[in-house]
């Protein structure tokens, strides 16, 4: 059966030529749009006509006199916002991916109407009643399970208020949407603005900086049109999270400064994008809109629809790491001081000596001239998919949103089974970070495969020059293409629960466990080769990699624990409390949990997207509560003999297949016979295993989908 037979209204037709609303109205399988024929504009005449035919098709919903029942009425709302939902990934992927003035006022305006639209369905009294007196009985169980957990949706969005909080929830959603808009517009212009030029006369240096380095911020400055006195000199532009990769080869101790003080005063330097004012009113709605939902806090609201059930979990989770990882910290610092005794020990110079350490203790030499990307990404990253779940990958010739996305399509055999659209190069029209998405969310009902996209920031070299990536960078690779993967193997009915439609706390969880082939010996020596020579790395160097990656993860959890406990913190707020100063609120929770002052969060407040714009609120614990999943199943596969395809085709059908078609607690006691706990974490990360396990086994009651991961 078609989305079509589903809908019961009728779809508007457009009066003039609109390429995005063909493409999600009378959607063509594993198709991707006319990119080069959409605008903003037309974004928002389709969105126009979305919203139309929901409003139009709830109304027949409810003038249908027949006895309510599942293909009426739960189906019947699916088919009703179908074609919303399908136009949300690509507004997002412009807001994102293709940015201008343009695109600013639709997502501004989009995310407006995109919130009441869901406000409409979701508090409409008469629409839920029908929907609360269907009955289950004589349904499959992917049926019923997809029927509850739209009443769950409803429930979690108000339904059961009475009308006036009703209206009251109406107006603090439609608030907080705004806020979480701006806030993201805000950041992008300060990282932008923020970027560090170093004209040719400067007193900053550059040394340390390699030939591929020193060209790409070269280019990034005459792309500007920087120049004095004839010379371009250099433009450092940021990436998303506070500790910036290129401050690790700075030799100067006050370039490296200037880097880090550009970074960590984003979005509070009083300027017209400051986001401070935004933090505090949108932590106070949100407090107060759990307050409305009959919730302590907000991060007691979200966390009820995730795996970790409720906040004191997901709060303990984090602290129970926090010693370990501040004595494994303790002794990295003691190391860096005995061994090099600098002058200064500050938060901009501890990636630098980490690094330095690793290369002078190690020998890691340029290992980024092992790890050219496209040799990463198909000769690694798709070698390993097609050897454990004997999937096939061809890169074709489509156009997508930019000249330097690159498409690939998947293939079971000879069944087509994806698209895959690659967006590799950092550019100032992208927001920083990586992430996936889904174009076009697969179910058996649409009879739609998925369409995803993989978004990297990776510094673009200069014309000729190989892209190489820092071994940061390659993991990110392969944890990116986990969540594609996830996308990729969804064999879910229904569009709304696959692939990685899940909780946010378990939807890391495969992108997590695919970083564990990056350094895997059964495949890295299939792309690791030398840049220039061809000759493949040599194992003396894999192992001094592999010994390298321990030393550090102190310093890299306690900035991820950080960013962490922040979020958990400001949605711990209770209703009616509101932050008058957001650096104090910040500096006061870091302090008042023993961390180090010397170690700043991963994303420090003013520019924490993942919490205030990009739908991790009261959620970045979730790559932790992930994670210690990733790392027990990590442990089961190299069990099973690693690249074992036995083994990944029960894993792909079992795990990943499902989606939130199924509950994924269940799904992981089924198929491994038990929850993981803290022990396999704490290994993955070379921590002290001193820890008491942590118990996981929680049950969901909703998810919501991913709009990326970073």
Known sequence: MGSEDLHPGHVPEAESPNYLWDFVSQPEPLTLPAFDRITPELIMDALARAVAFQEQSIAAILDNPEPTDFNNTTLAIDAARSLVFRLQPFIRLYESSLWSDAVEAMATESAAILTRAELDVFLNAELFARLESVSTAALNPEDARHHDLMVADFAHAGARLTEDNQERVAAFAEEISALETEFGQFVLAETQESAVHIPHDSELSLAGLSDAQLSTVTSHAAQRGLTKDGHTGALITLESTTQQPITSDLDDPETRTAVFHASTNRGARGTETDTRWIVSDLTALRAGLAGLMGYKSYKDYVISQQDAGNGE???????????????????????????????????????????????????????????????????????????????????????????????????????????????????????????????????????????????????????????????????????????????????????TRSGTSVPRDYVEFPSQLNEMWALHPQVLPHYAVHVHTGEPIPDELVERIKKSQAFGQGFATVEYLAAALLDLSWHSLEPGEQVESVLDFERDVLSGTGFNPLVPPRYRTPYFQHTFALGYSAGYYSYLWSEKLAAYVTEW??????????????????????????????????????????????????????????????????????????
């Open 637 to 710: 596969f190299n069990s099973q003999g690693g690249l074992n395809p036995e083994a990944g085709d029960a894993f792909r059908t079992a795990v990943l297949a499902p989606g939130y078609s199924a509950d994924p607690g269940e799904t992981i006691m089924d198929f491994f016979g038990e929850q993981p706990g803290v022990g396999p974490l704490l290994r993955r990360r070379g921590l002290p295993d001193t820890q008491p396990e942590v118990d996981g086994s929680t049950s969901q009651v909703d998810g919501s989908s991913v709009e990326g991961s970073d």
């Open 313 to 495: 979990n997901a709060t303990a989770l984090v602290v129970d790491l926090l010693e370990p990882a501040l004595a494994q910290l303790e002794s990295e610092l003691d190391t860096i001081r005995t061994t090099y005794q600098p002058k200064r020990l500050e938060a901009e110079d501890i990636a630098y000596y980490l690094k330095r350490y690793k290369q002078d203790t190690y020998q890691l030499g340029s290992v980024a001239e092992y790890f050219d990307l496209w040799n990463v990404f198909n000769d690694g990253v798709l070698f390993a998919a097609t050897q454990l779940y004997g999937v096939r990958f061809e890169r074709t010739d489509e156009v997508a949103w930019h000249p330097e996305v690159v498409v690939y399509r998947a293939f079971d055999g000879d069944r087509p089974l994806g698209v895959i659209c690659v967006d590799p190069f950092a550019r100032e029209s992208k927001r920083g970070g990586a992430w996936m998405d889904q174009l076009v969310s697969p179910g058996r009902v649409s009879g739609l495969g998925p369409v995803i996209s993989l978004t990297m920031n990776i510094p673009k070299p200069a014309d000729g020059e190989p892209a190489l990536l820092s071994l940061d960078n390659v993991r990110t690779l392969f944890h990116e293409f986990g969540h594609v993967l996830h996308g990729l193997f969804a064999n879910s009915t229904y569009e």
